[in-house]
């Protein structure tokens, strides 16, 4: 297991040398500059290459990707141009709040979705299963923006039962558990909005690995030798139906911490979603780069980590 590990992550080197000639490229070929996209009127043309020259955007692009991946190498991911601080600290200071939020979703979702992929598959086209499917396409096929902003109207406008938008309530000094039960309070629309967005998906996973178990010669046997119904469901089938999950468990990984860029924007909430958004319109290229870049490791990482469980909750899988 030791030896297949380090062989993975020695892979990720030219897979991630390959990812940032990409990415870069990409952001090369992408036309304007962040002296452009700031549109001052008032700025000269001399001005704007004198800009152009400190930020080092004159320089040809093989140039800047050079320069950019040696600091990279050294831990350095440079300057955002927007936010006129490091790269590391921009992350640091965005990424926590959508990290809550993300989280909170997966604990969700996964939760109801084990729960009613289980009950569905046992319930083949019984009323509770032709229920929670015509539930779990209608959230797959509505936009996570008009959920959101019907959960505004619904819920926050007319019931006045929840706050409209923000992290906190303006204005509040709070700290300790009444800090985060504000926090809390505020996530809750949002949070509700990406449970039901990824929990549909979720469901007719979980739902299909189940029917495909419960078919299998070793459950009918369980039952013949009497076992109650609820310890081959949950006890013999369950774990197996799991184990194709796994493989969506190591993709969650990158999803924590890449945000909701629509979601954090209807519901004005302060994530790197909406952060890295900005950044793609403001040309900010250290710092779109640079969280791609965080993105893709994470990305690999979450494969590896897959990999690794996989083999664990099925002793049958070697890892060579």
Same mark, same amino acid.
């Given at each position: 297991?030791?030896?297949?590990?380090?062989?993975?992550?020695?892979?990720?080197?030219?897979?991630?040398?390959?990812?940032?000639?990409?990415?870069?490229?990409?952001?090369?070929?992408?036309?304007?500059?962040?002296?452009?996209?700031?549109?001052?009127?008032?700025?000269?043309?001399?001005?704007?290459?004198?800009?152009?020259?400190?930020?080092?955007?004159?320089?040809?692009?093989?140039?800047?990707?050079?320069?950019?991946?040696?600091?990279?190498?050294?831990?350095?991911?440079?300057?955002?141009?927007?936010?006129?601080?490091?790269?590391?600290?921009?992350?640091?200071?965005?990424?926590?709040?959508?990290?809550?939020?993300?989280?909170?979703?997966?604990?969700?979702?996964?939760?109801?979705?084990?729960?009613?992929?289980?009950?569905?598959?046992?319930?083949?086209?019984?009323?509770?299963?032709?229920?929670?499917?015509?539930?779990?396409?209608?959230?797959?096929?509505?936009?996570?923006?008009?959920? &959101?902003?019907? #959960?505004?109207? =619904?819920?926050?406008?007319?019931?006045? %039962?929840?706050? +409209?938008?923000?992290?906190?309530?303006? /204005?509040?000094?709070?700290?300790?558990?009444?800090?985060?039960?504000?926090?809390?309070?505020?996530?809750?629309?949002?949070?509700?909005?990406?449970?039901?967005?990824?929990?549909?998906?979720?469901?007719?996973?979980?739902?299909?690995?189940?029917?495909?178990?419960?078919?299998?010669?070793?459950?009918?046997?369980?039952?013949?030798?009497?076992?109650?119904?609820?310890?081959?469901?949950?006890?013999?089938?369950?774990?197996?139906?799991?184990?194709?999950?796994?493989?969506?468990? &190591?993709?969650? #990984?990158?999803? =924590?911490?890449?945000?909701?860029?629509? %979601?954090?924007? +209807?519901?004005?909430?302060?994530?790197? /979603?909406?952060?890295?958004?900005?950044?793609?319109?403001?040309?900010?290229?250290?710092?779109?780069?640079?969280?791609?870049?965080?993105?893709?490791?994470?990305?690999?990482?979450?494969?590896l980590l897959a990999d690794v469980l996989y083999g664990i909750a099925d002793p049958r899988i070697r890892l060579k």
């Open positions: 297991m030791r030896q297949y590990i380090i062989r993975r992550l020695l892979q990720l080197i030219p897979t991630l040398i390959g990812i940032s000639i990409i990415v870069f490229a990409i952001s090369a070929m992408v036309p304007g500059d962040f002296i452009t996209a700031k549109n001052n009127p008032n700025m000269t043309a001399e001005k704007a290459e004198d800009l152009r020259h400190i930020y080092g955007l004159d320089k040809p692009e093989y140039q800047r990707y050079f320069i950019w991946a040696g600091n990279m190498l050294k831990g350095n991911m440079g300057d955002s141009l927007q936010h006129k601080m490091p790269v590391t600290s921009v992350i640091n200071t965005y990424v926590w709040n959508s990290f809550i939020i993300a989280f909170a979703t997966l604990i969700l979702s996964w939760i109801i979705a084990v729960i009613t992929g289980v009950f569905s598959a046992k319930f083949q086209y019984s009323f509770f299963d032709r229920i929670v499917t015509l539930v779990v396409f209608l959230c797959m096929s509505l936009p996570s923006f008009f959920i &959101g902003l019907l #959960l505004i109207k =619904l819920l926050a406008l007319d019931w006045k %039962l929840f706050p +409209v938008a923000g992290m906190t309530t303006a /204005g509040l000094n709070a700290s300790g558990w009444a800090y985060i039960k504000d926090v809390a309070y505020h996530m809750f629309l949002p949070t509700v909005v990406l449970t039901m967005l990824s929990t549909g998906s979720l469901t007719r996973y979980f739902r299909a690995g189940m029917l495909e178990v419960i078919r299998q010669d070793y459950i009918r046997t369980a039952r013949a030798k009497g076992l109650k119904e609820v310890t081959v469901i949950f006890k013999h089938a369950l774990r197996n139906a799991l184990l194709p999950a796994i493989t969506l468990l &190591g993709f969650e #990984l990158p999803a =924590l911490f890449s945000g909701a860029m629509i %979601l954090e924007k +209807v519901f004005v909430w302060p994530g790197i /979603g909406q952060v890295y958004l900005e950044s793609i319109n403001m040309r900010d290229y250290p710092f779109m780069l640079g969280f791609t870049i965080f993105l893709a490791v994470l990305t690999l990482l979450g494969n």
